[in-house]
């Protein structure tokens, strides 16, 4: 029994492995539907913008046992289950919220060395090299946002050419400022001539005022943010606090007046979520130029 007792813990310790890892086996199935293949695409990408390196099945058992752990550590603190309910969801999306940060600081990263990112391929195009030169250099010249996106461009160019490479590198990026950017460059490539210097001109001059005027969304936005989350957050912690040792606000909360009151707190600040996020989230730019490609 010993030994039977201790193939199953170890193949479930497997399992849990395999699957945070995104190494479990996948099975074959019946065909999905093609709204959950796109909504699974568009996770996918989302998860590769921010470097998180695993896939959306991984991230989302990652989070869920995550929230699982909270709760069974909550309820025992507080010794009520629908008390710890709120933290345990809370645990449960902050690597989304986490990753989310992260995803937007590195498009914002790669959003503002484009500029200088572009005077590096007009001075090298000044000095005689080839757009394809050029756009090599990034890699290892170009700002520290740009080479870490331009790593994979010359292995790619000599493979696949310029114009495949590029256009593998702006479904990598997955980001409207960059897609603009990489059309213009596929196109100076595929026509090439004097004009490439003027195009390149004028793509500095547009990038840079569509990167402040980024800017100043997010400026005006942040104090929203930081407002809306701590209005969601301080009241649960307070609450937690007050439960933690015996009393009278343990054993109300306890009792059914009070699991009515954390169920309807809890569906109030379930719409306060949806209703702040809805309002203090940054537009997100259309990408035309990704959907274009993609029908083509």
């Known amino acids: 029994m010993n030994v039977l007792a201790a193939i199953a813990v170890g193949t479930c310790c497997a399992l849990i492995v395999a699957a945070g890892s995104g190494l479990m086996p996948r099975r074959r199935g019946p065909a999905r539907p ?71 600081t590195r498009l914002r990263e790669v959003q503002r060395a484009w500029p200088d990112g572009l005077r590096d391929i007009l001075a090298s195009i000044s000095a005689g090299l080839s757009l394809t030169q050029a756009v090599t250099n990034l890699a290892s010249n170009g700002p520290p946002a740009l080479r870490v996106a331009f790593a994979r461009f010359p292995e790619l160019a000599r493979v696949v050419g310029t114009g495949p490479a590029l256009e593998l590198l702006k479904d ?15 196109l100076a490539h595929e026509r090439g001539g004097a004009i490439v210097r003027d195009i390149l001109a004028d793509l500095v001059t547009a990038t ?81 130029f990704a959907a274009r490609s993609g029908q083509s």
Do not use: C, H
């Not at 913008?49 to 990652?62: E, H, I, R, T, W």
């Not at 009520?80 to 937007?104: D, H, I, N």
């Open 34 to 104: 093609m709204w959950v293949m796109a909504r699974r695409n568009r996770a996918a990408i989302w998860l590769q913008q921010a470097g998180v390196g695993v896939g959306p099945g991984a991230f989302l058992s990652g989070s869920a046992l995550a929230g699982a752990f909270t709760l069974l550590v909550g309820a025992a603190l507080t010794g009520s289950v629908f008390v710890a309910l709120a933290p345990a969801v809370a645990v449960a999306v902050l690597p989304r919220s986490y990753f989310g940060r992260r995803r937007r």
């Open 172 to 186: 990598d990026l997955a980001d409207a400022t960059s897609d603009r950017v990489i059309e213009v460059l596929v």
């Open 208 to 288: 840079t005022r569509d990167l402040k005027l980024l800017d100043e969304i997010d400026t005006e936005s942040l104090e929203s943010r930081i407002n809306a989350r701590a209005v969601m957050v301080l009241p649960w912690l307070v609450l937690v606090a007050l439960t933690a040792r015996p009393g009278a606000f343990r054993d109300f909360y306890r009792s059914p007046g009070g699991l009515l009151t954390l169920l309807v707190a809890g569906a109030l600040t379930a719409v306060g979520v949806v209703v702040l996020g809805r309002l203090v989230n940054e537009p997100v730019e259309t990408r035309p």
